[in-house]
């Protein structure tokens, strides 16, 4: 069997954060950045992993890692969802899982949740308050391709109509501190 694909999306501009690449920031302790933080973290929780940057990573380059263009490109996350996708179809992953560059708190643990809570559905995802967090969820590229593909060229740019599309189950947090993002200055401890 194929390993499972993970894609760590690098593709946004960083404008609140002032245009920085938030995965190159320096992760707590400040021994490494975030992206490599979370590749580690990545294999840790999964062992043989395909892992990929979704989105522009031309400031990545120097991290190692193969990246993946947005597939319809300039139509936000949604196209860097259905190219992870595709490329998971493409090579016969278990799963897929999409995990957003500036999470600097996710664990080996919670992404062992993630790829085993509720087997053989569609899409999982962790969800703070009403909303589902699809840049730390599991998807079967083989069914949630065909709907993300169908919203990003149809126009429907929603990473949450993808999820409530294939009628995602939630994974429960331990605590929603696990998920917190780097969006702004502030957010950087």
Known sequence: MSAPLVGIFVGGKGRRMGGVAKGLLSAPGGAETLVARLARVVREAFGEVDLVLVGSADAYAAQGLPSLADDPPGVGPIGGLSALLAEGRRRGAPFVVSLACDLPYVNA????????????????????GARWQPLCARFDPMAAHPVAQALALGGTHSLQAVLDQLACVELPLDTDHDLRDWDEPGDVE
């Open 109 to 128: 643990a919670l992404l062992a949740r993630l790829a085993a809570h509720a087997p053989g559905s569609a899409a999982v995802a962790a969800r703070q």
